[in-house]
């Protein structure tokens, strides 16, 4: 068994292509009371269709949402093809912090202000991860994943990846990151 974090499938091209490195979590309506929370430092990436439109996504990336569209998979599976590994989080009440984060993640800045805005009493929290590319797997998608939750348990052995990035880029963004945020 392995924890899978649950995000949208374009989102999740980008973390596979190297187009983000950084996710902004507030928490599915499930968790309205805790907020979003690491459940683990390392997970599956498993990709949801719902949400996701052209205004949430910066113009540049519009083509991952219509990729996404095309080959989104069979009724009733789901195709993992990638897991993270937390190398940092940090929770973010600062509009202006969040702002310089932009070059980290595929997000329109409208869609950020939208997110910010819901629940504003609860911070936002902003982990920077190192994504690694698995071979596909398809996987039955069983009741329990459906619902606005953020973490689901899927029955996928963990197996070596290849890192998205090299390990001399990614320090580089994680650096900086961290330069943002501390």
Request: net charge negative.
């Amino acid at each position: 068994m392995m924890k899978a974090l649950k995000e949208w499938a374009t989102v999740i091209t980008a973390l596979e292509n190297g187009d983000q490195t950084v996710l902004l979590r507030k928490g599915g309506i499930l968790e309205t009371a805790s907020g979003f929370q690491v459940e683990d430092k390392k997970f599956a990436l498993f990709p949801t269709y719902e949400h996701q439109d052209n205004s949430s996504l910066k113009s540049q990336f519009y083509r991952y949402l219509a990729d996404v569209r095309e080959q989104k998979p069979r009724d009733g599976f789901n195709r993992i093809a990638s897991y993270a590994e937390v190398l940092a989080e940090h929770d973010l009440s600062s509009m202006q912090t969040i702002e310089k984060l932009s070059d980290f993640h595929i997000w329109s800045e409208s869609y950020v202000v939208e997110r910010m805005n819901w629940m504003p009493q609860k911070p936002m929290t902003a982990i920077f991860l190192k994504v690694y590319k698995i071979s596909p797997v398809e996987i039955p998608v069983l009741p329990e994943y459906h619902g606005c939750k953020s973490w689901i348990e899927l029955n996928v052995k963990d197996e070596p990846g290849s890192a998205v990035l090299n390990e001399a880029d990614l320090q580089q963004r994680l650096s900086e990151f961290r330069s943002i945020v501390n």
